[in-house]
């Protein structure tokens, strides 16, 4: 079974914190995603890797960086947490193939709050 | 712009009330189609791939299908475990390495005894 894991369930967090959410994958799958999921806005990439180092802006990076150091890790970080990054974060990941369309595995999910 | 767009926004069901759900896109060039299932507080859950219109794919009780311009999950004599939200997916044609989903709002799904 595919497991993605991600280092908390729930995190608050103060304005100005830097904020890292880690997620690490055990089946050595080459893309790793990074969404955030809010009420009437559904998930939204925020970015994504297909390879260690390599990183990809999604559809709302903005106030975001990531890093892939290796393989099975992806991190997202927060360089300065304001109150409009309150949301839900999930982690995903997939094969890489030719026809580039393997489904995503989820992680569990971080619950953010920023106060 | 891509876009994916989920009806109905809610239903409910009385057990055993067989019932379709939508999922309509418009996108430049599509890879694959994605239902995934999400329960609350919880990570989406993958369900099925389409890849090209009239190819059905089915699991229990659910079945999905795809057209041109939409994609159809019917559930049929629902039970109440199969209450949850219900979310489809596009990957759209790119040059890139990894692309990303773009999602629909989904479908909250209540299944009644």
């Known amino acids: 079974d595919v497991k993605v894991t991600q280092s908390s369930r729930y995190l608050v967090k103060r304005t100005g914190e830097k904020v890292f959410l880690e997620c690490v994958q055990d089946m050595d799958h080459e893309n790793m995603f990074w969404y955030r999921q809010d009420p009437g806005l559904g998930l939204r990439l925020i970015y994504f890797s297909y390879d260690v180092k390599m990183k990809e802006k999604g559809d709302i990076p903005e106030g975001y960086s990531v890093s892939r150091e290796k393989k099975e890790r992806f991190s997202l970080i927060l360089e300065s947490a304001s109150t409009n990054q309150t949301s839900m974060y999930l982690c995903a990941s997939n094969l890489r193939g030719d026809r580039g369309s393997y489904e995503q595995y989820f992680g569990p999910g971080t619950r953010l709050t920023v106060t | 712009e891509d876009q994916v767009t989920q009806s109905p926004e809610a239903l409910r069901l009385q057990e055993g009330e067989s019932s379709s759900l939508n999922c309509s896109y418009t996108?430049?060039?599509?890879?694959?189609l994605f239902w995934y299932r999400q329960d609350p507080g919880k990570g989406p859950e993958f369900l099925f791939t389409?890849?090209?219109a009239g190819e059905e794919k089915e699991k229990e009780r659910l079945k999905a299908t795809l057209t041109k311009k939409e994609s159809f999950l019917h559930i049929t004599a629902p039970k109440p475990e199969d209450s949850a939200t219900y979310l489809c997916?596009?990957?759209?044609?790119?040059?890139?390495?990894?692309?990303?989903?773009?999602f629909g709002k989904g479908t909250h799904l209540i299944i009644q005894p």
């Open positions: 389409l890849y090209s």
């Open positions: 996108v430049s060039g599509l890879r694959g």
């Open positions: 997916a596009v990957q759209i044609v790119s040059g890139g390495g990894a692309d990303g989903l773009t």
